[in-house]
């Protein structure tokens, strides 16, 4: 029997000292000689008639290895169960000794997974928001994709410019007569009535004319996410170089049909349905939202530093990529790197605590992925690429770890609809407007 001491209980970080007897990895070494000796094959012997000594001298040392693997692997296993210890990470193993005739010895550190109680989760309560798909929202949508279809009409009789118009502008801004980056650019199409500009700009806008001149005055918002132009007063030289203008778009069958339905009545019902569709995972999306910001707040349990490391580190990798090419969020460009990385470090604290939670939640009421949702995942996955279905399989297949990759959001997802099948969740219909406009998750 093997003699363990504790020699470290610090939160979920555990080391011990374990020494096995030398016969104990004795025994198990003559219990794989004998196996050995049934099968092996020697020149000037019969299979199975071998003497030990010649099986000792050509596979002694595979079968110690052999030995020593299971003995240590079977310790290791006891030393957790006994002290009901699960290992978020592969163990240490510092060796001191193992030597064949000597006792093993070895120092055996390992991160354990926080023990997790879960609360009465029928406390949780939400309200999920949903809305009805106005008629009038849709009309609004089939007259965007009929002008994504026609190309607007250049304007050269001198009109002036109303919302709805399309300008093709220059346009250089400053601030306190100091120039910033993306306050400048050269043959800009603006479609006025978008608010794709800051406050005021599109407005200032209407009524100007193909060759005007202007200066347009805006303030950036308080929260704008250049820090530097935040709430700021900025002025605009713009030059209108363009006019152009979309033709009245007519809703009748003539439209359906050069949409590819059989009549306008097709083409609502389409639309409506799929923008029934969105609402509804719009609405999933706000509840699971608000789901893991409640859950994030009820429990604050340690998690493994390992797994947290390893999490953050794929986060940080993300972000210097994105860096390299210039390609951060705007909300992150002014931003320390110091501010940086703590910041996404309390993000990956948060991502594996909720993981954890959900897996123990799964555990506890035996919510398990499908083999049959498996396999309709991946199939999905290799449809993304069609003409390399079969090299996505053997991808998923072949590759370890990466199958866990399909499987992880398939089980979240069924935790989280358990959840809210538990929860208290009252229903609150709001306008799709507002519906659209609330945040997600993360």
Known sequence: MAE??????????????????????????MVRLTEISKTAKMQGFRPGKVPMAVIEQHYGKEAYADALNKVVSECIDKTLADRKIRPALQPEIEWKS?????????????????????????????????ADVEDEKVDETI?????????PEAITDG?????????????????DGKKFPGMKDENHS???????FIDTFEEQLVGSKVGDKKTVNVTFPEKYHAAELAGKKA????????????????????????????????????????????????SRSVVKRALMDELAKIYTFEVPQGLLETEFNGIWNQIEEARKKN?????????????????????????????????????ENKIEVTNNELRAALSAEARRYPGQEKAVYDYYMKTRGAIERIRAPILEEKVVDFIIGKAKVTDKKVSAKDLLAMPEEE
């Open 98 to 130: 193992t030597e064949e005739g000597k006792n093993i010895e070895f120092t055996l550190k390992i991160e354990a997974l926080p023990a997790i109680e879960v609360k009465d989760l029928g406390a949780l309560a939400f309200e999920r928001p949903f």
């Open 143 to 151: 007259v965007k994709i009929a002008k994504r279809v026609h190309k």
């Open 327 to 363: 390609e951060l969020p705007d909300e992150d460009k002014n931003k320390s790197e110091e501010e940086l990385r703590s910041e996404y470090r309390s993000i990956a604290e948060r991502r594996i605590r909720l993981g954890l939670l959900l897996a123990e939640i799964a555990t």
């Open 159 to 175: 009109s002036p410019a109303k919302m709805g118009d399309i300008l093709v502008i220059d346009f250089d801004g400053s601030v």
């Open 4 to 29: 363990v001491k504790v020699l470290k209980e610090e939160g979920l970080k555990h080391e011990f000292s374990i020494v096995v007897p030398s016969e104990t990895a004795d025994k198990e070494k």
């Open 235 to 282: 002025a605009f030289d713009v030059t209108v170089k363009e006019l152009r203008r979309h033709n009245p778009v007519e809703l009748n069958d003539a439209l359906g049909k050069e949409l590819g339905f059989p009549s306008l009545e097709k083409l609502r019902e389409r639309l409506k349905d799929d923008m029934g569709v969105d609402y509804k995972r719009i």
């Open 190 to 196: 603006l479609e006025l009535g978008t608010q794709s």
